[in-house]
């Protein structure tokens, strides 16, 4: 091949292009004020639309669907010079739906927590779903556990949703424990699956029924007299039994699991 013909390709294959990038809902939340219309992005080879989202600033499990030029696309497309690209949020019940981006969620939702977010870890185990937290996890960790148990990450971390392991997730934008929860219970579509005292609180692990007599050296003995039904958990061991705060608890999760708030 002649060596003209050759250089010509090389400088055409390093063309800058570009496309525009529009994002639809709550996915503005991860976008400056500035860029919340059209986006332009400029590329030399073919990124992949994934590639090219989280670049813009947008995690990929927070994305629902992508449409190029009107036509749906999956996370491995490559962009074209020119392509118009709508990114759309999650919605509705779409952790049990297939879609081009994602298989469908197996099983019950299970929950994998960022070390900032320790209460909202006892909120969710309150309510009864399975959730690991611990405030010595790392980032890599996290992804793993992620990736190995088919967990759903909940995170302040943004970078966090960028690991290629993790699949399912949310960055939690409220600060607040109590809102947070609100956030979750919503974007997941959890109020029907809630099962409050299934869960220890401390640990994680299932709260099962004994027989009293069991508890009996392990409470005090005023406890032990008053109160009729006991439950151990059954990884930790810890006793649980209807106190003067269970039915505050009752309370809150009865407000939970209400309609959206």
């Known amino acids: 091949m002649p060596p003209g013909r050759s250089s010509s390709r ?18 503005t939340d991860f976008l400056d004020s500035d860029h919340r219309q059209l986006i332009p992005y400029t590329f030399r080879s073919n990124p992949s639309v994934k590639h090219a989202v989280e670049s813009i600033g947008a995690p990929h ?6 449409l190029v030029n009107s036509r749906q696309v999956g996370f491995s497309y490559l962009l074209q010079n020119g392509d118009i690209v709508d990114v759309h949020p999650v919605a509705g019940n779409w952790l049990y739906r297939d879609s081009p981006l994602r298989r469908r969620y197996r099983g019950s939702p299970r929950f994998v927590l960022d070390v900032h977010l320790g209460t909202l870890a006892r909120r969710l185990r309150l309510l009864g779903f399975d959730t690991l937290y611990s405030n010595q ?16 990450v909940l995170t302040r971390d943004i970078g966090m949703l960028m690991w290629c392991d993790v699949v399912y997730g949310r960055w939690i934008r409220s600060q607040q424990p109590s809102k947070q929860l609100v956030e979750v ?19 994680n692990g299932r709260i099962e029924q004994i027989d009293r007599a069991a508890a009996r050296k392990e409470v005090k003995q005023e406890i032990w007299e008053h109160y009729r039904e006991f439950n ?12 003067t705060h269970f039915q505050r608890m009752e309370q809150i999760i009865s407000a939970y699991a209400r309609a959206e708030r």
């Open 10 to 27: 090389s400088d055409k294959d390093e063309t800058r292009r570009s496309a525009l990038f529009r994002f639809h809902g709550t996915l």
């Open 61 to 66: 499990p927070e994305v629902g669907s992508i």
């Open 137 to 152: 996890f790392h980032d890599q960790e996290i992804a793993l556990i992620a990736s190995m148990q088919g967990r759903i």
């Open 185 to 203: 219970l919503d974007h997941f579509s959890l109020r029907s699956l809630i099962r409050p005292f299934h869960r220890c609180t401390v640990c």
């Open 232 to 243: 151990r958990c059954h990884s930790c061991g810890r006793i649980y039994w209807k106190g």
